[in-house]
C-alpha cells in the first residue's frame, strides 16, 4: 500500500505504510528519512576542527583523542536514544492499540493502551515550538469515568507527519474502532 | 449609516450615536474636534520671578558649600570646636528670636508649640549629641576614608535632589536623613570628639533649621528673601573659595545655572507648550470627599 | 527564541455555510483574525466585544478567529502569528485595545506579511502625564500604516485622532452593543416600598467610586426609603464599607461582589434607577444595560456618555457629589410622583439602539473597504513611518520594520509556506469530516 509521497512538519520525506492483517486489526509504521552522511560529517568535522583548535593553543594530544571518543560516544547515543528510524501503531479492533516506535539502533519500545481505555482517537492541533502542528492523538479515559477525558496520548511524536498523513491514518483507525463498537 | 451611505446637506450631522444618521461611519463633519482646547489655565512664567524661585535651588547648594567649607576648616584645625559651637548657638538663637518675630506677626494664635518646648527639644538634642559624640567618632573607623568621602557626596547629592524646594518646612525626612548621614560621615574623620559634636550641631542648624527660618522669611518678607539668597551664595563661594579655587568657580558655575540659565529655558520653552484638554480627559474629583469618611 | 510560549489560540469553528445570509449577496468572505490579550474567560467589555462581534461576523459568514497571549516581546511572536495567519488564510487582522501589546505586536507582523489591518480602540486616553505620552507615541507608529481604525464613539474618535495623529477620514465610529434579550425589564422585582439605586461598576478610581461614597451618606439621610444595590469588586471596596459602617448603613446599602455577566440583568431589574459615576469612559455599556433593563439612568457628563443615550432616557450631571445628588434628587422625585415612562416602554425603545448585528454589518463594511486598499509595501512603509512618527521614533520603528522583514524572509527560508497545512474548516463545504460529527469539535 505504498503510494503517495508524504512529508513531516519540516518539510522531510517520510514514508507511511499501511498492513492491513484482516478487516480488525491493521498496521500503520511512519518511517523516517534514514540519517543523512552528509549530517554525520558535519558534526564530525565540526566536532574535530574544534578539537584541532584547541590543540592547537594547548597542544595536548590527549584533546584530540577526546574528541574522537566524543563523537563515537555521541553517534552511538543519538541512534540509541534519540534517531527514530520507524514508529508504527497497531490497530486490533476489541483488543487495543500498541505503539512503538524503534530507533536507529534496533532498540524498541513499545506500549499499549487496551480498548476499555481507550475513548477515541483524533486529530488536534497544538503550538510546538514556534508553529502550530497538527498530531494524532489517543483519548483515553478511566472506565469508572467513561465520558472524560483522562489524558492524551500523542502519536508519532517524533516523525511529526503533515496532516495529510495523518487523516489517512485517522481514517482507517476510525473504520476499526466504529467497527467494535 | 455605513460608509457607503449618501451623505444629505439637508440633515445637520449630530454627534449622537443613539440616531440613525445619513451620513457614513467615517464621516468628518466640520464640528469635529470643536471641544478641544489648547493650553487651558497654562501659567505664564515671568522671567525674574522664576529666578526667585530658583533662589532657593542656588542658595541650598551653597549651604551645601558653606557646611564642607566648615568641615574643612575644621579638618585642618584652623577653627577650634568651640568656636564653631558657640558661633552655632548664637545664630541659632538669633535664627529662634527672627523666626518668632516674624511668626508673631502671621499666625502665633495657630502655634501650638511653646518656647519651653522648644528649648526642651534642643537640650535634648544637644545633650545626646554630645554624649553620643565618641560613639560617633569611632563609628566609621573600620570604613576606609574614601569610602567615607563618597558616601557623604553621594549623600549630599541625595539630599540637593530630594529636598523640597517648593514646601521646604519642614525639610523632607529622605533629604534630611541623607544630610545627617552624610553629615555623621563626615563629623567622624575629625579628631575629637568635640569636633564631632560640635559638626553635628553646625548641621542640625545648617540643614534642618535654616530651611525652615527662610521658608518664612520667604513667606512673610518677600523683599529680604532675595538678599538672603544672594547673601547666603556669596558666603558660599566665598568660603569655598578660601579653601580651593576650582571648588569655588564650579559652584559659581552651577548656581549661576541653576538661578539664571534654567529659568531662561524655562521661559523659552514655554512657547512650546502645547497641551490638549477636550471632554476625553478623566474628570478630577476636586472636592474634599474624606469628610464622608472622618 | 525557541521558547514555547503560552498561547491560548482558540479556533472558533467556523461556518462558511450557505445560511440564509449568503443569499443577501456580500462583496466577498474574509478571514479575520481578531487579536488581543484580552479574551475569556475574563471579563470586561473588550472580551465581550470580541466574542459577540465574531459570533455575528461568523454569522454572517465570515471566518473567524482569535488569538490572545499572556506577554510578547517585539519579535518573537512573529514566528508563531505567522504560522496563525498563513494557516488559517488570513486576509484582515483586526486588533482590539491600545492596551494589548498583543494587539500592536500582530498589527506591525501583519503589515510585515502584507496584510490588511484594522485596529478597534476601546479607550480614552489623556495627554498630560509620561505614561500617556509614552503610549500615544507607541500609537502613532502602531496606527500610522494601518488601513483602517474603528472608535467606538465620536469622542473616542477626537481622541484617537488627536493621540496617533491620523487623517479622520479612516477612523470610523461603530458604537459598541448590549444583547436587548438578555436585558429585559421585569418591574416585578422591585420591591414595592423602597426605592432602590443600583451601581454596576468595577470598584476602582476611574469608576468615581469615592464620588458613589460622598452621595450615599447624602442621601440615604434625606430620603429614608432609599436603598443602594452595589454589584463589582475593587480596591475601593474599602471606601464603601467605611461609608457604611460610619453611617450604619448596613441594610440599606448592599454590595454584591463581583458578579458574573449572567447575575447582571438579575441585580438590574431589582431597581429604579441606575447610577453610573464614572470619570472617564470611551461608551460605557453599563448604563445601556440598565437602561435596556428599564431603569432610569444617572450618570457623570464624561467622555463619551453624552452621545450613547438620548436626552429623556437619561440624565446627565457633573462629576461632582452635589450634582449628582442634585439629579438622582430630580429623578427620585419623578419617581415618587409617577411621571417617569414604564420600564416597559424604556426597553422599547432602548432594544433597538445598540445590536451586535448592527455593528457586525458595520464592521463588515470596513473590512469591505480595508480588502480593496493595498498594504503598503516596505519602502513605502518606511518612508511613512520616518516622516509620520518624528525622526527619532520614525527611524527607531523603521529599523524594527526592516529587520522585522528580515527575520520574515529567514523564516520563509526555514520553514517555507508550502511546508505548513491549512487548518481545516471542521464544518463548512469543504469540511473533512463532516460526517464524523462527534469528533468535529475535538478535531479542530
Known amino acids: ?181 | 449609516m455605513g460608509p457607503d451611505g449618501a451623505p444629505s446637506q439637508s440633515v445637520p450631522w449630530r454627534k449622537v450615536l443613539w440616531e440613525w444618521q445619513p451620513f457614513p461611519d467615517n464621516y468628518v463633519d466640520q464640528r469635529f474636534l470643536e471641544e478641544l482646547r489648547r493650553n487651558e489655565g497654562i501659567r505664564q512664567y515671568r522671567y525674574w520671578a522664576v529666578v526667585k524661585e530658583a533662589g532657593f535651588v542656588g542658595q541650598q547648594l551653597s549651604c551645601v558649600a558653606i557646611f564642607i567649607t566648615l568641615w574643612l576648616y575644621m579638618e585642618q584645625g584652623l577653627l577650634a570646636p568651640e568656636t564653631l559651637f558657640w558661633t552655632s548657638l548664637t545664630c541659632a538663637l538669633l535664627g529662634y528670636g527672627l523666626y518668632q518675630a516674624l511668626t508673631s506677626q502671621t499666625e502665633s494664635c495657630s502655634d501650638h508649640r511653646t518656647h519651653l518646648a522648644d528649648s526642651q527639644s534642643a537640650a535634648l538634642f544637644l545633650s545626646f549629641t554630645f554624649g553620643f559624640s565618641p560613639v560617633l567618632k569611632t563609628l566609621t573607623e573600620s570604613v576606609s576614608t574614601d569610602t567615607v568621602y563618597a558616601m557623604s557626596a553621594l549623600m549630599l547629592l541625595a539630599h540637593l535632589v530630594s529636598f523640597p524646594y517648593a514646601h521646604p518646612s519642614p525639610p523632607g525626612s529622605l533629604s534630611l536623613n541623607a544630610a545627617l548621614f552624610a553629615s555623621v560621615c563626615l563629623a567622624s574623620r575629625l579628631p575629637g570628639a568635640l569636633h564631632t559634636f560640635a559638626m553635628l550641631t553646625c548641621a542640625l542648624l545648617v540643614f534642618a533649621l535654616w530651611p525652615c527660618l527662610l521658608q518664612r522669611i520667604r513667606a512673610n518678607a518677600p523683599g529680604q528673601f532675595t538678599g538672603v539668597c544672594v547673601g547666603v551664595c556669596v558666603g558660599g563661594v566665598g568660603g569655598l573659595g578660601s579653601q580651593s579655587l576650582g571648588g569655588a568657580v564650579l559652584l559659581s558655575l552651577a548656581l549661576v545655572s541653576v538661578t539664571l540659565i534654567c529659568p531662561l529655558l524655562l521661559v523659552r520653552l514655554q512657547r512650546h507648550k502645547d497641551n490638549i484638554h477636550g471632554p476625553w480627559d478623566e474628570a478630577e474629583i476636586r472636592e474634599d470627599l474624606s469628610r464622608f469618611l472622618h | 527564541m525557541g521558547q514555547r510560549r503560552k498561547v491560548g489560540s482558540t479556533n472558533t469553528p467556523s461556518s462558511q455555510s450557505e445560511s440564509a445570509d449568503a443569499s443577501k449577496v456580500h462583496s466577498r468572505k474574509h478571514n479575520i483574525c481578531m487579536v488581543s490579550d484580552f479574551f475569556y474567560p475574563n471579563m470586561g467589555g473588550v472580551e465581550s466585544h470580541i466574542y459577540q462581534l465574531s459570533q455575528c461576523l461568523i454569522e454572517k459568514g465570515h471566518k473567524v478567529m482569535y488569538n490572545q497571549s499572556t506577554a510578547t516581546t517585539c519579535f518573537h511572536s512573529l514566528p508563531l502569528l505567522r504560522c496563525v495567519f498563513v494557516r488559517e488564510r488570513i486576509t484582515v487582522v483586526h486588533a482590539h485595545s491600545s492596551f494589548s501589546a498583543m494587539a500592536h505586536d500582530a498589527l506591525f507582523h501583519a503589515k510585515t506579511l502584507g496584510l490588511n489591518t484594522v485596529f478597534t480602540d476601546h479607550s480614552l486616553f489623556g495627554f498630560a502625564d509620561v505614561s500617556s505620552v509614552l503610549t500615544n507615541k507607541l500609537l502613532t507608529v502602531s496606527l500610522c500604516d494601518t488601513n483602517h481604525i474603528v472608535c467606538v464613539s465620536y469622542t473616542s474618535k477626537e481622541n484617537t485622532v488627536l493621540r496617533a495623529a491620523l487623517n479622520p477620514e479612516i477612523v470610523s465610529v461603530i458604537p459598541n452593543a448590549v444583547d436587548p434579550t438578555d436585558f429585559t425589564p421585569d418591574p416585578s422585582q422591585r420591591p414595592p416600598d423602597r426605592i432602590t439605586i443600583v451601581v454596576i461598576s468595577r470598584l476602582v478610581y476611574r469608576k468615581g467610586i469615592d464620588l458613589l461614597g460622598g452621595i450615599i451618606p447624602e442621601l440615604c439621610l434625606k430620603h429614608p426609603d432609599l436603598h443602594f444595590l452595589i454589584g463589582g469588586e475593587g480596591p475601593k471596596r474599602l471606601v464603601l464599607e467605611e461609608v457604611r459602617e460610619k453611617y450604619q448603613l448596613h441594610d440599606r446599602v448592599r454590595l454584591l461582589g463581583a458578579l458574573e455577566h449572567k447575575d447582571v440583568r438579575g441585580v438590574l431589574v431589582q431597581g429604579h434607577i441606575f447610577l453610573n459615576t464614572s470619570l472617564t469612559e470611551a461608551f460605557c455599556m453599563a448604563i445601556v444595560e440598565g437602561a435596556s433593563c428599564g431603569l432610569q439612568v444617572v450618570s457623570t457628563r464624561v467622555g463619551g456618555i453624552p452621545e450613547v443615550l438620548p436626552e429623556d432616557l437619561i440624565t446627565l450631571c457633573e462629576p461632582t457629589v452635589r450634582s449628582l445628588c442634585a439629579g438622582l434628587e430630580k429623578v427620585i422625585a419623578k419617581q415618587r410622583s409617577g411621571s417617569v415612562p414604564s420600564p416597559t416602554s424604556i426597553h422599547s425603545r432602548v432594544k433597538n439602539l445598540y445590536t451586535w448585528k448592527n455593528v457586525a454589518e458595520r464592521t463588515e463594511k470596513v473590512y469591505d473597504r480595508v480588502a480593496g486598499e493595498e498594504v503598503l509595501p516596505l519602502d513605502r512603509r518606511l518612508r511613512r513611518l520616518r516622516s509620520h512618527c518624528g525622526p527619532v521614533a520614525g527611524s527607531l520603528f523603521a529599523l524594527f520594520a526592516v529587520l522585522d522583514f528580515l527575520f520574515l524572509l529567514l523564516l520563509r527560508w526555514l520553514a517555507p509556506d508550502r511546508h505548513m497545512d491549512m487548518a481545516v474548516d471542521a464544518t463548512g463545504p469543504n469540511g473533512l469530516w463532516k460526517e464524523n460529527r462527534k469528533n468535529s469539535d475535538a478535531g479542530c
Not at chain 1, 2 to 10: K, Q, R
Not at chain 1, 44 to 72: D, G, K, Q, R
Not at chain 1, 107 to 114: A, H, P, S, W
Request: glycine share 4%; charged share 15%; net charge negative.
Open chain 1, 1 to 181: 500500500m505504498e503510494d503517495e509521497a508524504f512529508s513531516n512538519i519540516s518539510g522531510k520525506a517520510i514514508s507511511l505504510d499501511c498492513q492491513t492483517h484482516s478487516s480488525f486489526c491493521r498496521e500503520f509504521t511512519v518511517s523516517s528519512p534514514k540519517m543523512s552522511i552528509g549530517k554525520v560529517m558535519v558534526y564530525t568535522c565540526s566536532v574535530w576542527l574544534l578539537a584541532y583548535a584547541v590543540f592547537f593553543f594547548t597542544e595536548n594530544t590527549a584533546v584530540l583523542s577526546s574528541a574522537i571518543l566524543i563523537t563515537l560516544t555521541g553517534m552511538m547515543l543519538h541512534i540509541h536514544f534519540v534517531k527514530v528510524d520507524h514508529e508504527s501503531l497497531l490497530v486490533i479492533g476489541s483488543l487495543g492499540i500498541q505503539v512503538s516506535s524503534s530507533y536507529a539502533s534496533g532498540r524498541e519500545v513499545t506500549t499499549f493502551i487496551e480498548m476499555s481505555r481507550i475513548k477515541d482517537i483524533v486529530i488536534n492541533e497544538a503550538v510546538y515550538l514556534n508553529q502550530i502542528i497538527y498530531y494524532l492523538c489517543v483519548l483515553l479515559k478511566e472506565p469508572s469515568e467513561p465520558n472524560v477525558v483522562s489524558s492524551v496520548v500523542p502519536l508519532f511524536q517524533s516523525s511529526k507527519p503533515r496532516l495529510n498523513c495523518l487523516a489517512k491514518v485517522y481514517e482507517s483507525c476510525q473504520e476499526i474502532l466504529s467497527k467494535c463498537q
